[in-house]
């Protein structure tokens, strides 16, 4: 069984400010990693995902996540945040070699850009 | 650009009043989602498609809940009788295959069902 802990459920930051999502999970087995982001009632769209090779990956928005084995870690970051990043951003596994589709969420995490 | 199409986008029903959603996938797309968001929860995926049949329904209620997609194009995703805790945003994903490389799930805009 897979699961997925997003380890804040809002972070408030201000615009041109870094910021870093955390998110780890729990597997039994190998698993790729995604971040989504979701705007206030719309659905989910693709920021990053991690499938295999680097562990530096590169996303729309100037978005990136890193994956770390070792502390079953992805966490995104963004170096400099605007007001538009301003959502709702969830981490999701799916089983390695399995349908990309078929995946365990977070709980999410509210990003909040204050001017 | 091609997307996922859902409707209605919002729906409010009645207590133990039956419901139903539609979705129509990215054309070509063989593999299709349902998946229901609580709010201030992450997704969680009810069911999968592989053309018309099913692939995993392992989280659907089945007591009150199916879902068909019968010519392994649209499907729809019924509720009967709905209860209060059905409240939900209902989002459907296709991928292009179900194994293999082409298997990212590209996500609807969700209908918002309210029951009251």
């Known amino acids: 069984a897979q699961s997925v802990t997003q380890l804040d459920s809002q972070v408030p930051v201000f615009e041109e400010a870094p910021v870093e999502l955390r998110c780890n999970y729990s597997?039994?087995?190998?698993?790729?990693l995604f971040w989504y982001v979701q705007y206030p009632n719309q659905g989910l769209q693709l920021l990053l995902k991690y499938l295999s090779g680097s562990t530096l990956v590169k996303g729309i928005n100037g978005f990136e996540a890193e994956f770390n084995k070792s502390q079953t870690s992805f966490h995104l970051r963004k170096p400099s945040v605007h007001i538009s990043d301003t959502a709702e951003y969830f981490c999701a596994v799916s089983e390695e070699g399995g349908s990309q589709g078929n995946l365990i969420f977070g709980k999410g995490t509210k990003l909040s850009v204050k001017p | 650009e091609a997307e996922v199409a859902q409707s209605p986008r919002y729906k409010i029903t009645e207590k133990s009043q039956a419901v139903a959603f539609w979705c129509d996938p990215i054309?070509?797309?063989?593999?299709l989602y349902w998946y229901r968001q609580i709010l201030g929860q992450g997704p969680e995926l009810l069911v999968q498609f592989q053309d018309e049949s099913v692939v995993d329904d392992s989280q659907l209620p089945k007591d009150r809940f199916s879902a068909e997609r019968l010519k392994g194009v649209d499907s729809t995703l019924k509720i009967q009788p709905a209860e209060l805790g059905d409240s939900a945003m209902y989002l459907c994903?296709?991928?292009?295959?179900?194994?293999?490389?082409?298997?990212?799930?590209?996500f609807g805009q969700g209908t918002r069902l309210t029951v009251v």
């Open positions: 994903a296709s991928s292009l295959a179900f194994f293999g490389e082409n298997t990212e799930a590209f």
């Open positions: 054309s070509g797309h063989a593999t």
């Open positions: 597997s039994s087995v190998s698993v790729y």
